[in-house]
């Protein structure tokens, strides 16, 4: 069974980061992208980006290549979010979702989702 | 980027009902769409993608229509597992957008 395991709340202070895991279980890391996607309270989804664990290249939308960074260990299976800069706009929670063999951005298996939440 | 528009966005249905949800995309998008559910505690599903492709383990009382502009979510003789929000996601333009959500409770 696919599973990806993400870790638990965060919060952060305005400035500062904060960075996400997500340990992927059932398959073989390196075949699949992962992809990143976010949700602000009381909001829709928004794509963040997608890595490939195997060669660690990367994608962002637009909105995120100064607020994201996405990597991967393909020793221990599981792919990292990094938010910089962190103000309150941030405050959302964040996804990991696989992306669906040759359709990258067809997402076929998601983490819980983690929250980020920005305070002083 | 291509604007999803899900209607309504708030549903309420009875189990046994069928219902559809709406999602218009701001230009053509071929038939690149997809559709999850979002349920509380658990991981977000997979159901449909290419507008009308079941994802192995949907039941088939889900059904995926449309292309061009204009896609339907049917979900026929509701059971109680079905009452989640659902999102549609075009991935034929970059990125890719998702649509609002329509959330579908029990009436």
């Known amino acids: 069974e696919v599973q990806l395991q993400q870790s638990g709340p965060e919060v952060g202070r305005p400035g500062s980061s904060v960075k996400i895991s997500c340990k992927a279980s059932?398959?073989?890391?390196?075949?699949?992208?992962m992809n990143w996607v976010k949700q602000s309270p009381g909001q829709g989804l928004e794509w963040i980006g997608w890595?490939?664990?195997?060669?660690?290249?990367?994608d962002y939308a637009e909105k995120f290549k100064k607020k994201a960074t996405l990597t991967a260990d393909t020793s221990s299976s599981t792919a990292y979010i990094q938010l910089s800069s962190l103000t309150s706009e941030d405050t959302a929670t964040y996804f990991c979702?696989?992306?669906?063999?040759?359709?990258?951005?067809?997402?076929?298996?998601w983490g819980q989702g983690a929250s980020v939440t920005v305070s002083s | 980027d291509v604007q999803m528009t899900q209607s309504p966005s708030y549903l309420a249905a009875s189990p046994g009902e069928s219902v559809s949800i709406s999602c218009k995309a701001s230009?053509?998008?071929?038939?690149?769409l997809a559709w999850y559910q979002e349920k509380p505690g658990k991981a977000n599903k997979l159901l449909i993608h290419?507008?009308?492709t079941l994802q192995s383990g949907t039941p088939s009382r889900f059904s995926g229509s449309g292309s061009g502009t204009d896609f339907t979510l049917t979900i026929r003789s509701l059971e109680s597992e079905d009452f989640a929000v659902y999102y549609c996601?075009?991935?034929?333009?970059?990125?890719?957008?998702f649509g609002s959500g329509t959330k579908l409770e029990i009436k």
């Open positions: 979702a696989r992306g669906y063999s040759s359709y990258i951005y067809v997402m076929d298996a």
């Open positions: 996601q075009q991935y034929n333009e970059y990125p890719p957008t």
């Open positions: 290419s507008g009308s």
């Open positions: 230009k053509s998008i071929s038939n690149n």
């Open positions: 059932g398959y073989t890391f390196t075949d699949y992208v």
């Open positions: 890595i490939d664990p195997e060669y660690g290249s990367t």
